[in-house]
T-cell receptor
Framework: QKEVEQNSGPLSVPEGAIASLNCTYS??????FFWYRQYSGKSPELIMS????GDKEDGRFTAQLNKASQYVSLLIRDSQPSDSATYLC????????????FGQGTILTVHP | GAGVSQTPSNKVTEKGKYVELRCDPI?????LYWYRQSLGQGPEFLIY????????DSGLPNDRFFAVRPEGSVSTLKIQRTERGDSAVYLC???????????????FGPGTRLTVL
């Protein structure tokens, strides 16, 4: 079992729709959860971090964390073509301390 | 302010050669991380420095890989006797450091694309 798994892609949504990205993790004592966006040929860019159970909203982005289910998700509302990228879920803390453990990424395409 | 910088941006070398990859973190960041990313995969952790010392080097694949951060700022990742399987993008990240539980936000540099022929 991979330590961090993301829903397999690629995911394609029409412009204006909600894109839903999911991630599960195996280390129950993980404490910090991040979503990075990575455009092709570029480095990962942080878009959301979440540390407590529940929802966290930032503009069109909402991160959801459920530690009991070891599940974290990212919702993108009113998706735009510029949101087309690979989205990486990353987990830190607990037994892995400061290092980030990444999922394999989900490719999102938003088509006009 | 300036972000994390990495040099070179691209490095092509021949199998068996030695390479050095440099990372300059964000000023004031005490924690520095190296990751490796292969095509179609998420970044894979290599090593983490807190100040000058390696706090966790569990991700280094073998003894051909070594990293230093002698003054607690710039770091160099060194790869000896390169192999074709070492070809990847090597990413460096930095964070403020000093927190417990890994809650620091890590900021990534642009990466060095290493190609071993």
């Amino acid at each position: 079992q991979k330590e961090v798994e993301q829903n397999s892609g690629p995911l394609s949504v029409p412009e204006g729709a909600i894109a839903s990205l999911n991630c599960t993790y195996s280390d129950r004592v993980s404490q910090s959860f991040f979503w990075y966006r990575q455009y092709s040929g570029k480095s990962p860019e942080l878009i959301m971090s979440i540390y407590s159970n529940g929802d966290k909203e930032d503009g069109r982005f909402t991160a959801q964390l459920n530690k009991a289910s070891q599940y974290v998700s990212l919702l993108i509302r009113d998706s735009q073509p510029s949101d087309s990228a690979t989205y990486l879920c990353a987990v830190a803390g607990g037994t892995s301390y400061g290092k980030l453990t990444f999922g394999q990424g989900t490719i999102l395409t938003v088509h006009p | 302010g300036a972000g994390v910088s990495q040099t070179p941006s691209n490095k092509v070398t021949e199998k068996g050669k030695y390479v050095e990859l440099r990372c300059d973190p964000i000023s004031g960041h005490t924690a520095l991380y190296w990751y490796r990313q292969s095509l179609g995969q998420g970044p894979e952790f290599l090593i983490y420095f807190q100040g000058t010392g390696a706090a966790d080097d569990s991700g280094l694949p073998n003894d051909r890989f070594f990293a230093v951060r002698p003054e607690g700022s710039v770091s160099t990742l060194k790869i000896q006797r390169t192999e074709r399987g070492d070809s990847a993008v090597y990413l460096c990240a930095s964070s403020l450091g000093g927190t417990s539980g890994g809650t620091d936000t890590q900021y990534f540099g642009p990466g060095t694309r290493l190609t071993v022929l």
